[in-house]
Every structure is written in C-alpha cells, then in structure tokens.
C-alpha cells in the first residue's frame, strides 16, 4: 500500500484534480506550506500502517492558524514520520474506486462516500474499461442518488463530469498496474471535483 503522499502524486500525475497539497517532514516544511496554501486547512498522516485515518485521531479539520497547526502536528507525528498539508474542500462526498476480482478482473467502484461509506454501502460497480452509458447506469443504481441533484440545498453536482471522470478510471484500471484504489471522498462540487484522499496498492 502506498503512503498517502504517494498515492495523490500517483493521481495528479495521471491528470486528476486534486486539493493542493504539501508533504511535510518537519516544522519548517509544515510552516512554509501552510503560507503556500489557501486556508482552511486538512493535516493529516501519510503512513503506509493506517488505512482508516479517523480511526487513529491521524487528520485533522479546519486549520486556520499557525498555533492548531503546530498543535495538530505535535500530535500527527507520533503515528507518522511524514504528514500531508492540504487545502480543506466542501462539497458532496463521493467514492471512486479500482477492486482486481477474482472472476471478473479490474472493476470499477462508485459510492455515496466519506466516514459513513462503510455504514451505508450505497456503491455500485462495472467491469473496467466502461462506457459512458456504462457510467451513467452506475450513477442511476445509487440508492441516494438525488443527493447528486442538489438534495437539501447540496450543490447539484455536474452529471456528466462525474460519468467522464468514472470512464477516466476504467482507463487507468486497464492501463496501470493498479491492484487496488480508494478514492475516498472525491469532493464534487456544482462543476468541478477535487481528490482529497487515496489508498493505492500496487500490483
């Protein structure tokens, strides 16, 4: 499994959006970061030993000055060498994924995401590569799909956007030696989407 710095320069060199981010090793790295980036701000670890960082108190949310920062740090460093400095994004909470099945090979993921994916297990799935009917269907098959149609004043996010980003990794999957991908959450907003988070593991 690729640490988390890793896997989103994994991302943004295949030409993916992604928060902008920093990976820091120490104070003065963390500390010019944070001058570099828009505020708020996400700090959380980047170790190959963690797969759920809100499970272990690994991130933390709405870093706005110097004093949490360093806090939040002093924390961080104690389950991670490194840490990842990000820009804090809202929007609706999606998960992107590549799974290798036994039967069926590379297969593409789609789910309500964020911390309650696990609970609510609204996902649905194709064999890589897709179509964009193919990605459209998969959207549909989502129990909580009106939440992409700006449910309770959500932003109603761009349909086709998410169905060209879905075909853009039935790509990778075929082309990468990807054995697994989490893409959770993707933040969709009303016309653009950012990857805050991904767990890679590599054939």
């Known amino acids: 499994m ?18 902008e981010f920093y990976e ?3 104070k003065s790295e963390l500390l010019s970061a944070f001058d570099r980036l828009t505020k708020p701000l996400v700090i959380k670890i980047s170790s190959e030993e963690y797969s ?3 499970d272990v108190g690994g991130l933390f949310l709405n870093i706005n000055d110097k004093k949490e920062l360093l806090k939040a740090y002093n924390n961080l460093k104690k389950l991670s060498k490194s840490v990842v400095l990000q820009e804090q994004k809202k929007g609706i909470e999606l998960i992107l994924g590549i799974n290798n099945d036994n039967v069926f090979g590379k297969m593409i ?21 897709i179509t964009k009917k193919d990605a459209l269907d998969m959207i549909n098959e989502l129990k909580f799909k009106k939440i992409l149609n700006g449910f309770r004043n959500n932003p109603k996010i761009n349909i086709d956007k998410l169905s060209e980003l879905l075909v853009k990794l039935g790509e990778l999957a075929i082309n990468e030696k990807v054995l697994s991908m989490d893409l959770n959450p993707v933040m969709f907003l009303e016309n653009d989407y950012f990857l805050v988070d991904a767990r890679i593991e590599l054939e």
């Not at 988390?4 to 030409?15: C, I, P, V, Y």
């Not at 993921?109 to 590569?129: C, H, N, T, W, Y």
């Open 109 to 129: 993921m789609l789910g309500i995401g964020g911390v309650f994916v696990e609970l609510i297990k609204d996902v649905s799935f194709r064999k890589a590569p």
């Open 2 to 19: 690729l640490k988390l710095s890793d896997s989103l320069r994994f991302m943004k060199t295949r030409n993916f959006n992604l928060a």
């Open 24 to 26: 820091c090793s120490n």
């Open 52 to 54: 759920h960082k809100s």
